[in-house]
């Protein structure tokens, strides 16, 4: 399966700040906020949605292709995505932005603020899907990740006219998108991503209901994070699947994206929706394990020994054989 990951690349900027953001926040103030947060570590790290996801589908032996725009500074990170598998001979280079950066700080209970910055992401909606399908020749599956808005609305369109299947991942640009706008994007979609609070704010921006949502989407998967993931579709019975527990907590950024990552391997290797979901919770985990987004180094033999003391042996022995030849 030719998987084609677009979205956004980025810089991350990672911080850690040894106190709660709760105990800052005065509750009859919360309309003029002042807040200046001292972080005790700063670890700079490749990062943007579709570069982790890339990243992670190219650890695990696909060839994804990498759809994003970038600046001018990218080919360090360029040649780091190759080395680890990913095609990025479809990442449109700008020559007046620069790439984009997320600055992120992570607090004592793992809350986050975070803010983004687009640069170049803005220059995605002039990648053309047609010409890149074209140059690799062809397009199974495309995933629309968090990117500049339009590009998500033109790569989603185009991706139903190449006849790829389309999977939708709006997540944190749901907060910007107009009702028709995310409509457009999960209508007829092949898998759609969100976590527990995207779920509702999903319903929320769009104004269809669940079931509404249901009917548009042949797959819905939900990630829950400690609790593992719920997936739905229409008159089928709810598939919750648990976490792989973590040994410690290193770093959350990333940990849905390496979730997807596993999730949409399993698709391509054809297992079934559960063991899928499974191999996405053990990647997920091993993420959450790591600092920064990129930096997991996932084993074959660690991967099936969590895996069956999470599942049992029969998920283990289930992916074995495709680990096996990815690892």
Not at 18 to 38: I, M, T, Y
Not at 62 to 87: I, M, Q
Not at 224 to 242: H, K, N, S
């Amino acid at each position: 399966m030719r998987i084609a990951v677009t979205g956004s690349i980025a810089t991350d900027h990672l911080m850690v700040f040894p106190g709660r953001f709760a105990d800052q926040l005065v509750a009859d103030r919360l309309e003029h906020v002042s807040l200046s947060f001292l972080a005790d570590r700063l670890d700079i790290r490749r990062g943007g949605v579709a570069a982790n996801i890339a990243f992670g589908l190219g650890r695990l032996g696909l060839s994804p292709v990498l759809v994003g725009a970038v600046g001018d500074d990218f080919e360090p990170y360029r040649v780091w995505l190759k080395g680890h598998g990913v095609d990025t001979d479809s990442v449109h280079v700008s020559t007046e932005r620069h790439t984009a950066r997320f600055v992120c700080t992570t607090d004592a209970d793992q809350n986050q603020i975070a803010t983004f910055y687009a640069g170049a992401m803005a220059e995605a909606r002039t990648i053309s899907l047609a010409r890149v399908a074209a140059r690799s020749g062809g397009l199974d599956l495309v995933l629309v990740s968090p990117n500049d808005p339009e590009a998500m609305l033109r790569h989603t369109a185009e991706c139903r006219a190449l006849g790829a299947r389309l999977a939708a991942d709006p997540s944190q640009q749901l907060a910007r998108l107009e009702r028709d706008e995310v409509r457009t994007l999960i209508d007829h979609s092949d898998m759609l991503f969100t976590n527990a609070y995207e779920s509702v704010l999903l319903q929320e921006r769009s104004g269809w209901t669940e079931q509404q949502v249901l009917g548009r989407t042949r797959l819905w998967v939900t990630t829950l994070g400690a609790e593992g993931c719920r997936i739905q579709r229409a008159g089928a019975r709810t598939l919750d699947v648990p976490a792989v527990p973590a040994t410690s907590v290193a770093d959350p950024t990333g940990v849905g994206d390496a979730f997807r990552a596993g999730f949409l391997a399993g698709v391509a290797w054809g297992t079934d929706i559960e063991r899928a979901a499974q191999l996405g919770s053990v990647l997920a985990t091993t993420a959450l394990e790591t600092v920064g987004t990129q930096e997991y180094e996932p084993e074959r033999d660690d991967l099936l020994l969590r895996l069956s003391e999470a599942y049992g042996p029969t998920a283990a022995d289930a992916l074995a054989a495709h680990l096996s030849r990815a690892l």
